[in-house]
């Protein structure tokens, strides 16, 4: 095994597709050191891509928001633009394992990491975020939810990594927020979970809606069903009803110790109004 | 399998040392540095036995590799006293009884030293969240919170004294660690 830190993201690509081996990317380490620890991965090359420049900064751009793939959460939790931009997707990243873990890990880690619990992947697909995929042939743009193929597993192609997160420009009234269930207060796996980003018209009428859901299918779940069941209200509880009925048809859930099928069921639907009752607050709703 | 040769800074010292490419900055510390504060509870992120700081941000030495600190600066719970002098957080933890079998300590004393060089007025429950990366399975906790809030009292009528020295609280540095 070696252990690479190259400072351009073509060097990282070169070195990843030039390995005959299996080549890792190293980003925060928080899930590939415990499995490297656990023998569960053996790379040929490490490609640590903490000292690429390109990759280090949270930049505000004309359409929105660039998260380079070598940011830490703690340091996304630091950003006030960023905050009070997508209030939802900081806290979802800020609830990611304890100050230990957050000094290290990233948003782009838990996404490739491709656990159906990644804390930060529902507020992300809520926000349209986008990943910045650069590979042997050149970039390419793909929305966040089309990155995961499985538990463990993604649709990133032989030598191809992420190099930043976008998230799109927030317009008039907008907000959102995440909310997951643990059994403790905190450093535990989310049981399941609910991210919710809106913009609101007239009159505090939703205009526009997306809600995900994680850890109740083997990928984060966009369910259109339940934007749709607010979009043109006021969240009133008939709408929130809807949401949450529209959210429940969309799980399917794994049964364990942790958490029950009804169970996860039925608080993915609690959890996707109360954090659609928060976005709507923050939208000044 | 060659060793990757990595130049750094440990409690202000430069340091240098070779290690393997997989090897984490835990086992650097202990068994290459001869630094054995830093302890391994867990080895996978869990316990916080091995907190220290790179570059100012808390982390756990089992979850970075001893390759990446090139041109870091690490800290460790060896760097924490001036000399003879104990830290505040030290002598308090001893004051309260903060300890049993000590195993936990050294990260408790990183972690909280960390907190207080970003807030030095933290509420129990802030205290509470700063330390929930580290466990103790012998104190019950509430010895070391008070601890922590005693050191916090000390660290503040310290520097209310012209005459004392003020310890510069150093900001994280932008760098992820
Ligand atoms: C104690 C502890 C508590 C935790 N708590 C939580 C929690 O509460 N919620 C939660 O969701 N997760 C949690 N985790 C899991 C983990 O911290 C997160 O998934 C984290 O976001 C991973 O980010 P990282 O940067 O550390 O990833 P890494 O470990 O560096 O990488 C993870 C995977 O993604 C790949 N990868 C990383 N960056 C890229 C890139 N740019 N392009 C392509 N592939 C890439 C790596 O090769 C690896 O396969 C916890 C882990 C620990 C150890
Ligand atoms: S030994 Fe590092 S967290 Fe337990
Ligand atoms: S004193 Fe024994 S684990 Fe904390």
Redesign the pocket.
């Known amino acids: 095994m070696r252990y690479e830190a190259p400072t351009t993201t073509k060097d990282a690509v070169a070195l990843l597709s030039k390995t005959k081996g299996k080549g890792?990317?190293?980003?925060?380490?928080?899930?590939?050191?415990?499995?490297l620890k656990g023998g569960f991965?053996e790379p040929e090359v490490i490609v640590d891509?903490k000292r690429i420049p390109a990759?280090q900064a949270v930049s505000k751009t004309a359409s929105g928001f660039k998260i380079g793939?070598?940011v830490?959460?703690a340091q996304l939790g630091e950003n006030s633009a960023l905050k009070k931009a997508w209030p939802g997707v900081v806290e979802a990243?800020n609830?990611?394992?304890?100050d230990?873990?957050q000094s290290?890990?990233?948003?782009?880690?838990?996404?490739?990491?491709?656990?159906p619990?990644?804390?930060?992947?529902p507020a992300m697909v809520a926000a349209k975020a986008k990943a910045v995929?650069v590979g042997p042939k050149g970039k390419r743009t793909v929305p966040v939810e089309d990155v995961v193929a499985g538990p463990g597993k993604?649709t990133?192609k032989a030598g191809?990594?992420?190099?930043s997160i976008t998230l799109p420009a927030r317009k008039g009234k907008s907000g959102d927020a995440y909310l997951?269930f643990?059994p403790r207060t905190?450093?535990?796996?989310?049981v399941c979970s609910a991210g919710v980003s809106l913009t609101l018209g007239k009159g505090g009428v939703v205009a526009e809606a997306r809600v995900a859901l994680g850890a109740v299918a083997p990928t984060v779940v966009l369910v259109p069903a339940a934007a749709k069941a607010i979009i043109g209200t006021k969240l009133d509880d008939d709408a929130l009803a809807a949401m949450a009925a529209a959210c429940e048809a969309a799980c399917n859930p794994i049964d364990d110790k942790r958490g029950t099928v009804e169970f996860r069921t039925e608080v993915a639907g609690v959890l996707a109004k109360r954090a659609a009752k928060i976005a709507y607050q923050r939208a000044g709703g | 399998m060659s060793g990757v040769h990595v130049s750094t800074t440990i409690n202000g010292d430069a340091v240098e040392f070779v290690c393997q490419p997989g090897e984490v900055l835990l086992d650097v510390l202990r068994n290459r540095v001869g630094l054995t504060g830093a302890k391994e509870g867990c080895g996978?992120?869990?316990c916080g036995a091995c907190s220290v700081t790179v570059d100012g941000r808390l982390v756990?030495a089992c979850?970075v590799l001893g390759a990446e600190v090139e041109g870091r600066a690490v800290n460790t719970v060896e760097g924490m006293a001036n000399g003879n002098q104990l830290h505040p957080l030290q002598q308090k933890f001893i004051e309260h009884a903060a300890l049993q079998c000590g195993i936990c300590t050294p990260g408790f004393l990183v972690a909280a030293k960390a907190l207080l060089d970003r807030n030095s007025d933290p509420t129990e429950e802030q205290i509470r969240y700063a330390l929930a990366?580290n466990l103790c399975r012998c104190t019950g906790y509430d010895k070391i919170v008070r601890a922590v809030q005693a050191a916090a009292k000390d660290l503040a009528v310290d520097a209310t004294k012209p005459a004392a020295k003020k310890k510069a609280t150093k900001k994280p540095s932008k760098k992820s660690a």
């Open positions: 890792q990317v190293l980003a925060g380490g928080s899930d590939l050191l415990v499995r991965v891509i990759m793939a070598a830490s959460c990243a609830l990611i394992g304890s230990q873990i290290r890990c990233t948003v782009v880690g838990n996404l490739c990491n491709a656990s619990a990644a804390d930060s992947v995929v993604t990133l191809e990594l992420i190099e997951r643990i905190e450093m535990d796996i989310a | 996978t992120g869990d756990c979850l990366g």
